[in-house]
């Protein structure tokens, strides 16, 4: 596993302007290259340069899903964002001082809602005050985490660092419509602190909630179809946890569009969450989508580490930011997570690393090290020199 994060650092290339210039077909060479590296743009006041955006994808080049949300991150610095159009393999984005108040995104499909957050929330939490985020989009979408992991997972485990925000499920809306809209408020904060314990025991899962949702004009027993399959399949794997579920119909006007799926959370002995979910497909029964999360879910517990496949690549950025080391148990490093901190150690001046772990299990599992570069919030500290 030692050789996931290669011993040489990235070396930094310039354009003529004094931009950094960043692959965006390395390793992922998607949408999350374009995430991790305008939100640290942002976040330092670090001019990029993107190019080669997605360019092994079937349609390279840029989506309206990612047009968003640098649009976004721009209008939070006041930055200054060239080349942002459909399909363009290169973007520049000169940054200012982020800013406070409030701010809309709107993708105008069922982009995902969750991949805005990803890229805006880790800004606005180093604003001068309190900033609102009001999102449009797809709230429980393919290929993206749901709303309900970002609520249930990510958040409790991004507040150990230090970040304070809520969000509001206003409306929810999936594929192919999505009219789902979701507002983030946070409060500034001066800084984020290091995880040193918090995520290195992986304990034994003791809880599991599920929720299980129908919308539109779904039948609400399909929702009750999902939760039973839930129940049989997390007591053969989890005998002795406790079960809590909810299966439910979304009221009228709380959801945009018909929808079937559900979230699996797992809470261990030590405090790690995992998920599972999946979203019903048509023509397919419902138990299968029960399944499908479960199997999702056996994912991430099985590899012996503290935190799901889809969780290691989003606490990156807040590792790099933090001040302190960092240690986190991880099954083997998913392609999304060697692809944030190649460009975290592009970026700055965090150091990773590898430390090799056996498990109870006799699972090979590793300590993923992080030296944070202490970020500071400007606004915060120069503040309180100036009193």
């Known amino acids: 596993m030692s050789d996931m994060i290669p011993k040489e650092r990235p070396v930094q290339e310039f354009d003529s302007d004094g931009r950094i210039v960043i692959d965006g077909s390395l390793l992922e060479g998607g949408g999350q290259i374009l995430r991790n590296a305008a939100a640290l743009s942002c976040i330092l006041g670090i001019p990029i340069r993107v190019v080669k955006i997605r360019a092994g994808r079937s349609k390279p ?223 397919t029964p419902a138990e299968d989508t029960g399944k499908a999360a479960v199997g999702d879910l056996l994912d991430g517990t099985s590899t012996g580490g503290a935190v799901d496949q889809y969780l290691q690549d989003q606490l990156i950025l807040l590792m790099t930011l933090a001040k302190g080391q960092s240690r986190i148990l991880c099954g083997p490093l998913t392609l999304h997570t060697q692809t944030a901190i190649h460009i975290a150690r592009l970026l700055t001046k965090a150091e990773f690393s590898l430390e090799p772990v056996k498990s109870d299990e006799g699972k090979e599992t590793c300590m993923l090290v992080c030296e944070g570069i202490g970020h500071v919030n400007p606004h915060l500290n120069s503040a309180a020199e100036s009193s």
Not at 194 to 203: F, S
Not at 219 to 229: D, E, G, I, R, W
Not at 256 to 270: C, D, F, N, Q, R
């Open 61 to 283: 080049g840029l989506r309206p899903q990612h047009m968003t949300g640098l649009n976004l991150v721009a209008r939070l610095c006041g930055g200054n964002l060239q080349h942002c159009q459909v399909g363009s393999c290169e973007i520049t984005l000169d940054p200012g001082p982020i800013q406070a108040g409030q701010f809309v995104a709107d993708t105008g499909t069922a982009g995902s809602i969750c991949l805005l957050m990803q890229v805006a929330v880790p800004c606005i939490v180093f604003a001068c005050s309190d900033c609102s985020l009001t999102l449009k989009g797809g709230t429980n979408c393919d290929m993206a985490p749901q709303i309900d992991y970002t609520t249930m997972i990510f958040k409790p485990i991004a507040e150990k660092f230090g970040m304070h925000f809520d969000i509001n499920i206003k409306r929810r809306g999936y594929y192919p419509k999505g009219g789902g809209e979701v507002v983030v408020t946070s409060q500034p904060c001066s800084g984020l602190d290091a995880l040193p314990e918090d995520l290195t025991t992986r304990g034994e899962v003791v809880r599991v909630y599920s929720r299980s949702f129908v919308a539109g004009n779904l039948p609400p027993h399909l929702a009750n179809k999902v939760s039973t399959t839930i129940a049989k399949t997390v007591k053969q794997n989890f005998p002795t946890a406790e079960l809590q579920q909810d299966s439910l119909r979304e009221p009228d006007g709380a959801a945009i569009g018909s929808g079937l799926g559900t979230m699996i959370v797992a809470e261990t002995s030590t405090g790690c969450l995992f998920g599972g979910s999946a979203l019903g497909k048509p023509r």
